[in-house]
T-cell receptor
Framework: DAGVIQSPRHEVTEMGQEVTLRCKPI?????LFWYRQTMMRGLELLIY????????DSGMPEDRFSAKMPNASFSTLKIQPSEPRDSAVYFC??????????????FGSGTRLTVV | GQQVMQIPQYQHVQEGEDFTTYCNSS?????IQWYKQRPGGHPVFLIQ?????EVKKQKRLTFQFGEAKKNSSLHITATQTTDVGTYFC??????????FGPGTRLSVLP
């Protein structure tokens, strides 16, 4: 398996623009997580899905953020409009079961977002 | 809400020295996981601990879960330059999501 695939790897955008981050989880995994990592706040859980259904979005910073999982092999995280404070590395992770059945979460390589 | 803390924040060691990072939770955990993130990389799962007092070893790495299931530690014996990175614990309270600690950044001087 190719692992969790995220695109793009890097994104530079101007403030106010819409940004869409994409994730393909590992086939067969039933949980998908979106995390944001910054130096100041560390790894923050934004939202997670179970069997394509959003379960907990309490970590989504504000209404500018939205996430979808239209099918088991694809998820998007959208920021509209983007702001400089959204600059961070965004990770997608997937797992089999909520705790990974002893195998933990598999993280993608991340998308480094810079909003100027 | 649940909080997970780690100490130290940074650790610089000479190659060959031992290293330990400690993880403490504000609440009792059902299980705890450890991850390693290399500079510029992504977190990679190392291990999961579930039982009170559990000890697991992976080569030079020793993981321990406290008796009260509120703390954990990762010990590396005889560090190597390949051990460089940030080590995160992630604790899961009963019926809750995993919460990641802030991590301990390890530097190994050759």
């Amino acid at each position: 398996d190719a692992g969790v695939i995220q695109s793009p790897r890097h994104e530079v955008t101007e403030m106010g623009q819409e940004v869409t981050l994409r994730c393909k989880p590992i086939s067969g995994h039933d949980y998908l997580f979106w995390y944001r990592q910054t130096m100041m706040r560390g790894l923050e859980l934004l939202i997670y899905f179970n069997n394509n259904v959003p379960i907990d979005d309490s970590g989504m910073p504000e209404d500018r953020f939205s996430a979808k999982m239209p099918n088991a092999s694809f998820s998007t995280l959208k920021i509209q409009p983007s702001e400089p404070r959204d600059s961070a590395v965004y990770f997608c992770a997937s797992s089999l079961g909520g705790s990974g059945q002893g195998g933990g979460y598999t993280f993608g390589s991340g998308t480094r977002l810079t909003v100027v | 809400g649940q909080q997970v803390m780690q100490i130290p924040q940074y650790q610089h060691v000479q190659e060959g020295e031992d290293f330990t990072t400690y993880c403490n939770s504000s609440t009792t955990l059902s299980n705890i996981q450890w991850y390693k993130q290399r500079p510029g990389g992504h977190p990679v799962f190392l291990i999961q601990l579930v039982k009170s007092g559990e000890v697991k070893k992976q080569k030079r790495l020793t993981f321990q879960f406290g008796e009260a299931k509120k703390n954990s530690s990762l010990h590396i014996t005889a560090t190597q330059t390949t051990d460089v990175g940030t080590y995160f614990c992630a604790g899961r309270g009963y019926g809750q999501n995993f919460v990641f600690g802030p991590g301990t950044r390890l530097s190994v001087l050759p």
